[in-house]
């Protein structure tokens, strides 16, 4: 048991510890989700250093008898696969509003949220980044349903 404890201890420090890879300094375009998480969001990456960054995504829909936007902030963390195929993790948090009829009554619902996030990326020899992941939220309000599952693919502009 020892043994196996101290063997996880030192891979978990070589994944941490593995060689830096070049993660963009920016990178902006658009995530595109299912209608769960409001479907497209415009997204943003800002790089922290060799292997984390910060990543904020806004999100709004309108409809004839609603509106609503959703606003997200993650901290990841990025590890190498190979080449330029990364794995990513994170948390965060953000705010949601709703505005609209339901049922012929005004209905107004703001609330804030916890994400997770993890996902795969590829990092082209071009300035794309193009990545799947997938982002559970837990909420406090009627919008985000309390909890909330949303799968996206993402296509980033890197500079």
Avoid: C, H
């Avoid at 993650?74 to 080449?83: A, F, K, P, S, T």
Wanted: proline share 1%.
């Amino acid at each position: 048991m020892k043994k196996l404890f101290l063997l996880s201890i030192t891979l978990l420090g070589f994944t941490f510890a593995s060689s830096a890879q070049n993660i963009a300094d920016n990178a902006l375009g658009l995530r595109l989700g299912d209608s769960e998480g409001l479907g497209a969001e415009i997204t943003y990456q800002r790089a922290l250093g060799d292997n984390n960054r910060i990543e904020a995504d806004l999100g709004w829909r309108n409809g004839n008898d609603y509106s609503a936007f959703k606003l997200a902030g993650l901290y990841q963390w990025v590890w190498n696969i190979d080449g330029g195929f990364n794995w990513y993790a994170g948390a965060g948090a953000g705010l949601a509003s709703y505005s609209g009829r339901n049922d012929n009554n005004l209905d107004d619902d703001f609330g804030f949220f916890a994400a997770g996030d993890v996902g795969i990326e590829y990092d082209f020899d071009i300035p794309l980044l193009i990545s799947l992941d997938f982002r559970p939220e837990i909420g406090n309000n009627r919008f985000t349903d309390n909890t909330l599952f949303d799968i996206a693919l993402s296509l980033r502009y890197q500079f």
